[in-house]
């Protein structure tokens, strides 16, 4: 009997093509405030770089992405002869999390799936991540999801990404249930399916990606539906 479900939240709550239009606003910011001649996919890969090469090993150690965005805007800046205050660097990556949360959105089917998911599941209902918690937190309150979850987990909580089984295993202790009475639903083979296979959780993976290793495959969020109710689990 499944007494815990547990969601992945980007790329599975919200869509990966809005994070990408809120970091063509950041590169824009950057580009105008600043008059950095780049192109805009250039600018973005500055800003970007060092953080994408520590999220490789994230699973060993949560990186302080703070200090690895402003590290490369200030370099990025230095490259173009450029001072940065430590206030601007501070303010950019108060930036960074802002036109996130304004431009990134929902699947169209979260808020139907996750109501019904509230309202006929009668156990623990969970958010595992690896987005830093300004962003999920902000994310959370911008589409009032706080009421459908009972506890959030982080890897910048926890200090480690997935698939480290150590985050799975502070989710479930905020739950209180044993592993193999949970499921996790995500979109990535590496950090959702086989973090939650380490781990000892049943998964489900949603979206356009195949894993042997997934328990279901299913390419909506809202298919996930007649899997939790139909008495497979």
Do not use: C
């Not at 230095?78 to 205050?85: A, E, I, L």
């Not at 962003?135 to 959370?140: D, F, K, P, R, V």
């Not at 996790?184 to 399916?193: E, Q």
């Not at 979206?207 to 997934?214: I, R, V």
């Amino acid at each position: 009997m499944i007494k815990a479900i547990f969601f992945d939240f980007g790329g599975t709550i919200v869509t990966e093509e809005s994070d990408r239009l809120a970091h063509y606003h950041i590169v824009d910011f950057i580009k105008e405030k600043y008059s950095i001649p780049l192109p805009h996919e250039d600018v973005d890969k500055f800003i970007t770089g060092d953080l994408m090469k520590a999220i490789e090993t994230a699973d060993q150690k949560w990186p302080d992405i703070y200090e690895l965005i402003e590290n490369s805007f200030e370099k990025l800046l230095k490259s173009y002869g450029k001072t940065v205050s430590e206030q601007e660097k501070k303010e950019f990556s108060k930036i960074y999390i802002e036109l996130h949360v304004k431009y990134m959105e929902l699947f169209p089917d979260a808020i139907e799936t996750l109501s019904s998911v509230r309202k006929n599941f009668k156990g623990h209902i969970g958010i595992i991540s690896d987005i830093v918690d300004d962003l999920i937190y902000g994310l959370m309150d911008k589409f009032d999801l706080r009421e459908y979850f009972d506890s959030v987990t982080t890897s910048e909580e926890v200090g480690v990404g997935k698939p480290n089984p150590l985050i799975f295993e502070a989710a479930l202790k905020k739950a209180g249930v044993a592993p193999d009475s949970s499921i996790y639903i995500g979109n990535s083979p590496r950090h959702d399916v086989i973090g939650a296979k380490k781990s000892g959780l049943k998964s489900i993976l949603v979206g356009e990606a195949n894993s042997e290793l997934a328990d279901f495959k299913v390419r909506r969020l809202k298919d996930v539906l007649s899997i939790i109710f139909d008495g497979r689990l």
